[in-house]
């Protein structure tokens, strides 16, 4: 299954990518198992995706951890953003 996956605010910096296209390995179906299979790559990725308040959102609607996965969707991973 391939997807883009974007990045946004702290979280692009911390992982130092606003996107990238990936192919995903079998049992990555869900985005907390997206969530999950990129913080595996590292501390940076860790500390950037492992935020409890951390927003997502599948084809541009806002998501949680269970959404289903399809070939072609977008992710985009950012922080939660505050305003006064």
């Not at 996956?5 to 911390?14: C, D, G, H, P, Y």
């Not at 296209?21 to 500390?47: C, I, K, M, Y």
């Not at 289903?68 to 953003?81: I, K, N, R």
């Amino acid at each position: 299954m391939a997807i883009t996956v974007k990045f946004f605010a702290s979280v692009r910096e911390a992982v130092g990518a606003s996107s990238e296209s990936l192919d995903l390995p079998d049992g990555v179906t869900t985005v907390g198992a997206l969530r999950d299979h990129l913080a595996a790559r590292g501390e940076n990725w860790q500390q950037a995706l492992g935020h409890p308040a951390l927003r997502m959102a599948y084809n541009q609607a806002m998501c949680d951890a269970g959404t289903a996965l399809a070939d072609g969707a977008e992710v985009a991973f950012f922080p939660p953003v505050t305003g006064g």
